[in-house]
C-alpha cells in the first residue's frame, strides 16, 4: 500500500466564506498536489481524518474527492484507497505534425521503443484504402510498444507502402525516429495530414502490452500522413493510456469561414480513406 501523507497543516477551510466547503477543499488539495507535498502515488489521508482536519462533513469531503478524481488528480483503488495520479504526458495533436519519438524529445522526456513486429504484409482491405493502394500491393506493417521511464504508455501500429521505401524493412527503429528516417534516408518528407481521436477499451492483448487491466478506457489516434504530391505515405493507430496521457489541441481562427481549395482536398482525402463521412 502507497505511502499515506498528511495535509499541511497551515490549510484550513474558511468557515465564513462564501465559497462552499467541499470546493475550498478540492483547491487545497490541489496545491498540496501541485507544490509536491502530494507526490503521484502517495496515497491521501483517510475521509475520516480530512474531516477531523479541516472539520468538515464525510459529504463535503466526499464530494472534494470526487471531483479531483473527475479531473485526474486523483484515482480510487478498490479496496487500498485514493492516490495520487501521475502527472499525464501531454501530445500535440494539430499544427506541428511530428511523430512521438520527436515530440517527446523536443521536451526531454525519454521515449524507449520495442519493436513487437516489423514485416512486409498483405494489408486488408481497410489499410488499403486508406493508403490508396491496389488490391495485392503489400505495405510494411510496424508494431511498437512505448515506454517512458520503463511504463508502457502506447501501443501504435504503423503502415506504409512497401514499394516506396522497402530497405525501411531492415531499419533499427528502436531509438530513432520514423519521421527522421523517412526524410534522411528515403527522402520522403511528410507534408501533411488528418489525425482523428476517439475513446475505446483496452481488449485482452492490448491490455497486457500496456500493464492495465481489460476494458481500461484508452485513447485511440488515428492519423494519416502524405507527401507534397498528395500520395498517402503513412497510416497509423496509436492506443494511448487514458490514465497517462492527454492531448492538447491549438486552434486558429480565421476571418473567412468558406472551405478553401486545400481544406477540399483534405476533406475529399478523409472521405475516401473513411476517417469521416460524407
Known sequence: MG??????K???????????????LKELLIEEIKKGRLKPGQQIPSEFKLCEQFRVSRTVVRQAISSLVQNGYLNREKGRGTFVTKPKITE????NLTG???????????LVTKVLEQTKWEADSEILKRLKLEPGEPVIKIKRLRFISSEPIALVTTYLPYKICPPLLEENLTNQS????LEEKYALRIAHGRRSLEAVSADRQTAA???????????LLNSISYLADGRPIEYFSALHRGDRSKFVVSLIRVRNHSTTQVD????????????VSP
Open 264 to 275: 477540399k482536398r483534405f476533406i475529399s482525402d478523409l472521405w475516401d480513406t473513411g476517417l
Open 100 to 110: 512521438s519519438y520527436e515530440d517527446m524529445l523536443a521536451r526531454g522526456i525519454k
Open 92 to 95: 500535440n495533436l494539430f499544427q
Open 209 to 219: 502490452l500496456l500493464g492495465v487491466k481489460v476494458g481500461t478506457p484508452l485513447m
Open 3 to 8: 505511502e499515506q501523507v498528511k495535509i499541511n
Open 178 to 181: 520514423l519521421y527522421g528516417v
Open 10 to 24: 497551515i490549510n484550513i477551510i474558511d468557515h465564513s466564506s462564501p465559497l462552499p466547503y467541499y470546493f475550498q
